[in-house]
């Protein structure tokens, strides 16, 4: 009993024991709580400290002022140290160095420093459509004139005089075609036409020089050419390959510089109100908070240049388009249409009509005098007439290597020519949804997409955490970045996007050899051969007036308009898809000049364009204002991780506890 009771007593002192360690405990728990409580706010208010030391270092306004001057501006605009930035519009935070007024100058160069990378980037394109403009014009040139002098010489050579007497009518045949290719509208059919009834009038009168005809029997002869066929199927066969040839090659041409005049026009496209703010934001905004070395984050960068540029994704749709036909006549340029097989050799066909005009000359005479009645005898030839009316002429046989093409000084053939543009015109499909990739893997804009720790996020140097948005006007609904009024259109891009459709309907009706009759436009370009009358694109406004470039002239060009007016219209243009006289008459719709005001002029590089949706695995050299030269101080990244350090300590001791 007793040792039951000892056994007892001993247990309930355990007991007591262990409550007064538990009570200990609890009550040491909770001095080491509220130690670790004074411990926390003791770090938090030296964090505290800490980053007003580090905030003062990063954001020095002596910085502040090397960048500013770099800008051009005077760097006594900059206050010596931070100030109060409640009042700035666009930069507000609690301390900044600049002003209102150096915001407002800030801004303004920042709008116009944007439109000259946009006009950088449309430069590459703009130069690669010129640069294929003039190749395939000047080859063409080439090859016509090639032609008419090859033709000239041998036929002189050949016939001699008898030719040079009737060389009107062959000079006639190549100015007809080449001032179709210069813009001017004419049925080809009708000029291939004229040019083989001049021919065989001519011919006729030379077989038959002893009778005498007047204008009413050369008419009555021509009547019988359909039947009697003098030439052949040379006729034939010739004016529907020069048919389809010239219209093709005409279109393909014309289609390149509309290519460039589009992007001509989008490049005078002023950024919108809600995007001059987000790329101050972006580029200028951290340089006010002292900021002057961390760059863009490469999404932040993309949300705004897809916010700024999303009239110019409009586009994109009908330019995917326009390049889709582009392609598909450069595969008939390369096959069944020709240019080159067509005019090269035409020389040697026209001589193989001449030929056949001999061969068939006196049966051709006898069935047009058993048509069209004898004719008189020349008085001058009646002695001879019994002789010369069945006298042949003596027409010597041109010796041509048939089709042989001759090597043209500087000149390769059509099939490599046209390939290349293809290569060329191929590389700017959907350019518009890829410009803003292409801007932001600037190094001036922003920094890489693998930096996505180290650079400015629109508040801070940090992650950039929102999503980049799609392409196009209704997509920017979710921007983060730019305000987009989605109801307003641009007249600029409506106006290419009408441009682009009637091109589009041209090129698919030279695919298929139909003839369309063209309204003739200027080039605007000071380096191409290619010349027409009236704009097909806008051009300056009424009563405007504007200087355009030339290469090494000022980046910026000026223009000016009384009235700045825009117009609007429809109407119609022909269709002739036979060789008959039907026409299809066809509705379509343009818009009238408007005025240009100040835009963007190339600077006349001449390189080549290519570019990439995906980050740059090479930025592009850095060709604006000098960077101010940095020196050793804590940069803002350096403090964030101190903070971090500082206040998060607390929480790891305890949490380790």
Known sequence: MLCFEKSVLDLQSL??????????????????????????????????????????????????????????????DVPHTVIEGENLQICK???????????????????????????????????QFTRETRKFDEFFRSLLKTARQKLHTMF?????????????????????????????????????????????????????????????????????????????????????????????????????????????????????????????????????????????????CLNIMKGCLAYHAELNTEWNKYIGALEKLALRLKGPFNIESVVDPINVKISDAIMNFQDNGVEVSRKVFSGCGQPKLNRRKRETAGASSSRELDFKPLQFDNGRKEDRPGQGSLDSLVKDIEKQVRNTESYWHHLPYSMCNREELSARASNEADCWNGNQTSRYLPDVVGNGLQMQNNNPEVQVDLTQGNHVVDQQIVQLKLILGKLNHAYNGIAVEWIPMTTGDHGSNVHYEKPLVAGSGDDGSGSGYDDGDDLYGHGSNSHGSHGRGSGFYTVDDDDDDDTEVVEGSGSGPYDRGNFYQPTGKDDGFEFSSQPATQSPPYTGPKKPKQHNKPSTASCTATFSIFIMLPLILISLD
């Open 15 to 76: 007991d007591l024991q262990r409550l007064i360690f538990t009570k200990r405990k609890k009550i040491k728990m909770a001095e080491i709580f509220t130690s670790f409580q004074h411990l926390s706010v003791l770090l938090l208010l030296l964090s505290i400290l800490s980053r007003t030391d580090c905030m003062s270092a990063s954001q020095s306004c002596t910085e502040v002022k090397q960048l500013y001057k770099s800008r051009g501006f005077q760097d006594t």
């Open 93 to 127: 935070t609690r301390k900044t160095c600049c002003t209102e007024d150096m915001e407002k100058k800030l801004s303004h160069y920042c709008s116009k420093e944007f439109r000259h990378l946009l006009g950088e980037s449309l430069e590459m394109v703009r130069n």
């Open 156 to 300: 002189t050579k050949t016939y001699g005089a008898l030719y040079e007497q009737n060389s009107d009518v062959f000079t006639s045949l190549f100015n007809d075609l080449d001032s179709y290719y210069g813009g001017e509208d004419m049925n080809l059919i009708d000029v291939m036409d004229t040019f083989f009834n001049n021919l065989y009038q001519r011919m006729f009168n030379l077989l038959n020089q002893a009778y005498q005809f007047d204008d009413t029997y050369l008419r009555c002869v021509s009547q019988y050419m359909d039947d009697l066929q003098p030439f052949g199927d040379v006729p034939q066969k010739l004016s529907v390959q020069v048919k389809r040839s010239f219209i093709a090659a005409r279109t393909f041409i014309q289609a390149l510089a509309v290519g460039r005049d589009v992007v001509n026009a989008v490049a005078q496209i002023e950024p919108t109100p809600g995007c001059q703010q987000a790329m101050m934001r972006m580029s200028y905004c951290p340089s006010c908070s002292g900021i002057t070395t961390v760059k863009a984050c490469n999404n932040y």
